[in-house]
């Protein structure tokens, strides 16, 4: 995940907070509610229902798309901002609450007075959305894989996958392969679509004196081994400065919506990006991201990408303090550079 100030999702805190049903007799799945939203899951599809208007609204999104994205807001801790699900559905990170939203950025929904938001303690809504993903996660799917990875999502409830949904996270003090830090990924498979990438590591040669306090690594090699795609690690850490480097494979599960300026280097193969507008959703633009290309994200979109073939991408990360208010009063502008 690619935030500095970690949240640990590894416990079970908040575990008696969840509030879910027995399992459905005929699919075997559980329903979950968190305050007025209803979450439930069939073989196909996640229903996700809440009141509007005096009514109650529903949403479906296919149960793949849902756990890929529930996942990777799990990983992230809520992330940077807004984490769309699709353009209906997504959570808002006030880091320490966080708003569970429907229609809410969305123009269409919003204009019609159909949209809800609540917002919850950080633990709880993360203590739900966890059950949510052991409950639903099928043996053999992994939220994290590329489609042509993993087994199916579909189907009545068949086991669960607890090891996928729960990897260790990376999260890395300076560099990887320093002492105390994480390590190269020397025990992980190639990953078949990066066959062609060299796996030496360099050598270090430091002048006398400067032993042990230069480090080199050959980040080609360690991305060639990543096992999961769309999940940005902290790979270096220099102040405020991350360097989160992912690869990419099918489509980013989520519209991630900035609330913050993000720099993209694209380092190998291609990602066609769809910006748009972080409030209501509408197109903004379309980029076509070629290795060596450089991009960046302003402040006040949203963005998807697509990679057919499996793409090494950095993304640049800002964790200066308070830098959302700053956008948000004004103060700064949604975009880095003027031409
Ligand atoms: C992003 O929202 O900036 C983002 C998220 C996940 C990725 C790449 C980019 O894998
Ligand atoms: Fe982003």
Known sequence: MAMLETLDTSSE???DEVEASLPDPRTGYRAFALGAFKLSRDEYFVRIEWPAKGQTRSHLIPADAFLRATMRDVAWGFFYGWVNFDHVIGTRNHYGKVDLYA??????LREAGVDYCEQFETPNIMAT???ILRDWTNAGFDPFAAPEETGSAFGPKNGDNIEAIER?????????GLPDDSPLRDHLPVNRQFADVVQDEPQIHAAEGFEG???AFNLFKYLSRS???WNPSVTSVCKASLFCPTTEEFILPVFHGNDRIEWFLQLSDEIIWDIGDKDDGSPRARITMRAGDICAMPADIRHQGYSTKRSMLLVWENATPNLPQRYESGE?????ADF
């Open 332 to 336: 700064l502008k949604p975009y880095p």
């Open 13 to 15: 805190f908040a575990t």
């Open 103 to 108: 229609g809410t950025f969305n123009g269409v």
């Open 227 to 229: 096992d999961v795609t």
């Open 129 to 131: 959305f966890k059950a």
């Open 213 to 215: 306090r230069l480090h």
């Open 168 to 176: 260790v996270r990376i999260a890395t003090k300076r560099m990887p």
